[in-house]
């Protein structure tokens, strides 16, 4: 039996989990220690730091590894890389992950190749820092060079108080386990987000989202998206570029585009499938499971598709808590549904009796909701929601 070598057994790995079971291949996790949904679907858990390249390796060649991959999150992206040039596997090179992986390596990029960015600094000294802000204007975002997701990020202004911009600085710079924070200038412009697949050099399937967000902190999204097809069609020809620079000719996509007056500015880009139930969303409006095609293209098979000619539109929902304390009692899924028509599913990324944090970002998250709700009606469902009907704290 074939085996695959998956990084990470959180939330957004659980569905990659279990279709490759479907398979037929043997699933080895590695993560670290800790009670992590996707554990109870796998064959075999090795207790390694995600990024341990050494240890991967010795894994990988002991094993007898197929392929390896990750969903979801950046952070083992670079790891992959490596292995995946060292054991001629099927996935992103660490050239093209160690760039888009790094928010300063990615800005950097896109300044040498000409391609649109915002203006940035990379430091790790808050004298520098406080320097280049005191000497601009206007609004900036603050962001560790290397974390996944909503981590450590921060919008900030010129005019903000010393203690508010240190502050930022410092939690930032926390988050950043490569100790480099990215500032960088504030572009306007509408967010929208999205996940798509290259074959060959070019992006045979996309799909844009309206992104819900509460400062950095994505609440959800929403498919089909609200940009018409001709941006939409702008955005591929800008990926395609994008990464055919990279040498990624094949693959998952994960992207965050600001589309100002014909404007396109990659924010963030992540060779993988995308998290905060986007992958669920596309599987139930498209009818594409992005997590099967990710298998069949790190195993060599031929990856098609045939979207949906008139997607459904879904949403998606995470939730969290206002306060910390000891999960009590999640609620029975189907009771749930029940009280609230318009909720289609539920996944939980904690159980009864683990503790729940305060959320501030999106690694806090308790679970997320597939809603079957348009954008319009978003934030009146999602408020309509009792937190003590999903979960119950003491």
């Given at each position: 039996?074939?085996?695959?070598?998956?990084?990470?057994?959180?939330?957004?790995?659980?569905?990659?989990?279990?279709?490759?079971?479907?398979?037929?291949?043997?699933?080895?996790?590695?993560?670290?220690?800790?009670?992590?949904?996707?554990?109870?679907?796998?064959?075999?858990?090795?207790?390694?730091?995600?990024?341990?390249?050494?240890?991967?390796?010795?894994?990988?060649?002991?094993?007898?590894?197929?392929?390896?991959?990750?969903?979801?999150?950046?952070?083992?992206?670079?790891?992959?890389?490596?292995?995946?040039?060292?054991?001629?596997?099927?996935?992103?090179?660490?050239?093209?992950?160690?760039?888009?992986?790094?928010?300063?390596?990615?800005?950097?990029?896109?300044?040498?190749?000409?391609?649109?960015?915002?203006?940035?600094?990379?430091?790790?000294?808050?004298?520098?820092?406080?320097?280049?802000?005191?000497?601009?204007?206007?609004?900036?975002?603050?962001?560790?060079?290397?974390?996944?997701?909503?981590?450590?990020?921060?919008?900030?202004?010129?005019?903000?108080?010393?203690?508010?911009?240190?502050?930022?600085?410092?939690?930032?710079?926390?988050?950043?386990?490569?100790?480099?924070?990215?500032?960088?200038?504030f572009i306007l412009g509408q967010e929208v987000g999205g996940d798509a697949f290259m074959v060959n050099g070019k992006v045979e399937f996309i799909v844009t989202t309206t992104k819900h967000l509460k400062g950095a902190l994505v609440l959800g999204h929403t498919i089909p998206g609200s940009l018409n097809p001709t941006v939409i069609d702008q955005i591929r020809v800008h990926l395609e570029a994008i990464c055919n620079t990279l040498g990624y000719r094949s693959g998952p996509l994960n992207f965050d585009v600001m589309v100002n007056e014909g404007i396109l500015t990659v924010i963030e880009m992540g060779l993988r499938n995308g998290g905060n139930g986007i992958v669920d969303l596309i599987k139930k409006s498209y009818g594409i499971d992005l997590n099967e095609k990710l298998i069949q293209w790190t195993m060599g098979l031929e990856v098609e598709f045939s979207p949906n000619k008139n997607p459904t539109t879904y949403s998606s929902a995470v939730f969290g808590s206002h306060r910390k304390g000891l999960i009590s009692k999640i609620a029975n899924r189907n009771v749930l549904k029940s009280k609230y028509s318009f909720i289609e599913h539920i996944n939980y990324a904690k159980r009864e009796g683990e503790e729940a944090n305060i959320m501030t970002n999106n690694s806090d998250l308790i679970g997320y909701m597939i809603l079957k709700s348009d954008a319009d009606n978003y934030y009146k469902n999602v408020a309509a929601i009792k937190n003590d009907d999903l979960f119950m704290l003491i």
């Open positions: 039996m074939e085996k695959i070598l998956i990084l990470g057994a959180g939330i957004f790995q659980v569905n990659l989990i279990k279709r490759a079971k479907e398979f037929g291949y043997w699933i080895i996790v590695a993560t670290y220690k800790g009670n992590y949904p996707g554990l109870e679907f796998c064959d075999e858990v090795v207790d390694i730091d995600i990024t341990d390249y050494d240890k991967l390796s010795a894994l990988v060649e002991k094993k007898d590894i197929k392929a390896i991959m990750t969903t979801g999150s950046d952070v083992a992206l670079p790891t992959i890389g490596k292995l995946v040039d060292k054991y001629q596997l099927i996935g992103p090179t660490f050239f093209a992950a160690d760039i888009v992986s790094s928010k300063t390596n990615f800005r950097k990029f896109q300044k040498d190749n000409q391609i649109e960015s915002p203006d940035f600094i990379k430091c790790k000294d808050v004298k520098l820092y406080l320097e280049y802000i005191q000497n601009s204007s206007g609004r900036f975002v603050v962001k560790p060079d290397d974390a996944s997701g909503s981590r450590g990020i921060h919008f900030i202004s010129a005019n903000d108080s010393i203690e508010t911009l240190e502050s930022t600085f410092i939690s930032a710079k926390s988050y950043s386990r490569n100790g480099w924070v990215c500032i960088e200038e």
